[in-house]
């Protein structure tokens, strides 16, 4: 395990495990509706969001738009001048342009459906130390004795361990989410079971 400020070049594979960092986007309630939701992003009956806060909503759109607006175009303009060159069955330029394309729609798709299902989720600071999303946490291995480690804990969509965010579908995520400062958990690693201490909870 390493501190906040590793880098993704110090991260083990084990250490991305245990933060998981991972996407989603199943069909659900829309972004506006979200904002209408508990704190906590969860819904009547529903359990498929993407969730996400303000901040990385606004992410999720600004890159949809660039893709529509700009790389799309950019691929279009490929294309067509790949197919400029004749024999489309052994121009390489086409076939990689056509691939480029597929790869900028897909994205364009998962995009949507990421913006269409997102929750909402606010980062106020948890007032029980119990752990929500949105609280920065400090926890400590207590199995490998290592020093103690503070993250913050926010939906799949915006995990990146390399600046200190676990997603709540995290093993880590899932062994502390609802617990409170002070108490000791287990969390299922690649190496195995490891005991963590919830050592301050904001």
Same mark, same amino acid.
């Given at each position: ?40 992003? %969860?819904? =009547? ?15 999720? $759109? #600004? &890159?949809? @738009? ?59 600071? %948890?007032? =029980? ?15 490998? $004795? #290592? &020093?103690? @480690? ?53």
């Amino acid at each position: 395990m390493n501190d906040e400020n590793s880098t993704k070049d110090e991260l083990t594979e084990e250490d991305l495990t245990l933060a998981g960092k991972s996407t989603a986007g199943d069909d659900s309630a829309s972004a506006d509706e979200g904002e209408d939701e508990g704190e906590d992003g %969860s819904a =009547g009956g529903d359990d498929q969001q993407t969730l996400v806060t303000r901040e990385g909503l606004k992410k999720l $759109k #600004d &890159e949809l @738009e660039e893709l529509e607006n700009v790389r799309r175009r950019e691929v279009a303009a490929r294309l067509k001048e790949a197919i400029s060159f004749g024999d489309l069955s052994e121009n390489s330029e086409y076939e990689d342009a056509k691939n480029e394309q597929a790869l900028v729609e897909n994205r364009i798709a998962e995009l949507k459906r990421m913006i269409k299902t997102a929750k909402i989720i606010t980062e106020k600071k %948890s007032s =029980g130390k119990i752990v929500k999303i949105g609280s920065t946490v400090t926890i400590q291995n207590l199995t490998d $004795k #290592d &020093e103690p @480690e503070t993250y913050t804990i926010v939906g799949s969509t915006e995990a990146d361990p390399t600046s200190a965010k676990i997603s709540n579908e995290s093993p880590i995520g899932i062994a502390i989410m609802d617990k409170e400062q002070g108490e000791e958990v287990m969390v299922t690693a690649p190496a195995g079971e490891l005991k963590y201490k919830i050592v301050k909870v904001s």
